[in-house]
C-alpha cells in the first residue's frame, strides 16, 4: 500500500477526504480511528482464538515485557507468523518508540544476535507504522521519537522505511518532527546517498564499531563491501546542515573496538566533520562471543574524543532484565526458553 493510499484511508477515516486538515489528529485520536480498519491484515481475524495475547493493528502482542526501569519490551506476530519486536522506553520528557524494518536481517553482525536470525523477510510500511500505533495505544504520549534500531536493516527495505517515516511526520499522519526520528543503518553507502537526496532527511545513525577494516570486517561483514573510508567519505559530502543530524555509532566491546588508539584515530576520521559519537556498551548474552567494555575504559576513549573537539555521548542501557538485547526474545522462541 502506498503512502498516499495511507493518507487518503487515513483523511476518511478522520472525517476529512477531500480537504485538508488545518490541524492534525493527536496520535490517540488517530490510533482509536485506525484500531481494528486501517492496519489490519488478512489473517488478523484468527488472533485471539489462541490466547496467546492482544491483537491490534493486525498484530499479536505475543508477549510484553515489562523492566524494572519502565522499558516494555514487545514480541509481536504478524499476519504469516514471523515474529517482530519493538520496545518502548519511556523517559522524563518523553517516550521513544524503537521499532523493526525487517523481520530477521541478513547482515550477519557478529554482536548482533538479529543477525544470527538471517533475513526472513521485509516488513510493509503499513507493518512498520503498526508497531508505532500499537505502543502509542499502550502509552498515550503526545511528545515520542522514533528510532528504527529495532530487527534488520532499515536502507535495504528503503521503499516501506521511508513510506512509514513520510506518514509518522506527515501532518496527515503522526506529525512527528523529523528531529525526533532516527535511521540507524549499518553503513548501505547507496542508501545514504539515495537518502541524501530525498526532500525528508530524518536524523541518521550510523553503527561503525571497529575502527579499522580488519576488526570491521569481522564484526560487521557488510565492511567488505563498503569499507570505513567509503563511509566517512559519504558523510563527509553530506550537506552541513544534514552532516550534522549523523551520529556514529560505536559499540563498547572489550579488547576490539574500545582501545585508546581506536579514540585517537576515530577522532581523526571525523575532523572537521558536524556529526556527534555515540558509545554503546555492549548488551551481552550468552549467544555472542563477546563482552562489554567496563565504564571507566569506556570513559576515557570519550574523553578522548571531547578533547578532540567531537561530542560524544553515552547510551545508557535499557531493559537489560527483559533480554534487551534485540533478537533474543526470538531466539528464546525458537528454543522454547520462553513463556
Do not use: W
Not at 17 to 25: D, K, L, T, V, Y
Not at 260 to 269: F, K, N, Q, V
Amino acid at each position: 500500500m502506498t503512502f498516499q493510499t495511507n493518507l487518503a484511508r487515513v483523511r476518511c477515516l478522520l472525517g476529512y477526504p477531500n480537504r485538508a486538515c488545518r490541524f492534525a489528529p493527536h496520535p490517540a485520536k488517530l490510533s482509536a480511528a485506525l484500531s481494528g480498519c486501517a492496519f489490519v491484515t488478512p489473517k488478523a481475524g484468527r488472533a485471539n482464538a489462541s490466547g496467546r495475547g492482544s491483537k491490534l493493528y493486525g498484530m499479536i502482542v505475543e508477549k510484553c515485557f515489562k523492566s524494572t526501569d519502565g522499558t516494555r519490551r514487545y514480541l509481536l506476530r504478524l499476519h504469516d507468523d514471523e515474529l517482530i519486536e519493538s520496545v518502548l522506553i519511556p523517559r522524563q520528557d518523553r517516550v521513544t518508540l524503537c521499532i523493526s524494518s525487517q523481520a530477521g536481517c541478513g547482515l550477519g553482525c557478529t554482536f548482533c544476535l538479529t543477525g544470527q536470525l538471517g533475513f526472513i523477510r521485509d516488513l510493509s510500511a503499513d507493518e512498520i507504522i503498526s508497531q508505532v500505533l500499537l505502543m502509542l495505544n499502550e502509552e498515550p504520549a503526545s511528545r515520542f521519537s522514533v528510532v528504527f534500531m529495532g530487527m534488520g536493516e532499515p536502507l535495504q527495505n528503503y521503499d516501506n522505511v521511508l513510506d512509514a517515516i513520510r506518514f509518522i511526520h506527515d501532518d496527515h499522519g503522526l506529525k512527528t518532527p523529523m528531529s525526533r526520528i532516527t535511521l540507524s543503518t549499518a553503513g548501505l553507502v547507496p542508501g545514504i546517498e539515495r537518502l541524501a537526496a530525498e526532500q525528508l532527511f530524518p536524523n541518521l545513525s550510523i553503527s561503525l564499531t571497529g575502527i579499522t577494516n580488519p576488526i570491521r570486517d569481522v564484526l560487521m561483514p557488510i565492511n567488505r563491501k563498503y569499507p570505513i573510508e567509503a563511509l566517512i567519505d559519504t558523510v563527509r559530502n553530506l550537506p552541513p546542515p544534514r552532516q550534522k543530524r549523523v551520529m556514529f555509532e560505536c559499540v563498547m566491546i572489550k579488547g576490539l573496538t574500545d582501545s585508546i588508539e581506536d579514540a585517537s584515530r576515530l577522532s581523526e576520521m571525523l575532523h572537521g566533520m558536524r556529526v556527534k559519537v555515540n558509545l554503546i556498551p555492549l548488551n551481552p548474552a550468552a549467544e555472542i562471543p563477546y563482552e562489554r567494555t567496563d565504564d571507566d575504559t569506556i570513559l576515557r576513549f570519550q574523553e578522548v574524543l571531547v578533547r578532540n573537539g567531537t561530542a560524544t555521548f553515552i547510551r545508557k542501557n535499557r531493559g537489560n532484565d527483559v533480554s534487551s538485547a534485540c533478537g533474543q526474545l526470538k531466539q528464546k522462541v525458537f528454543a522454547g526458553n520462553i513463556s
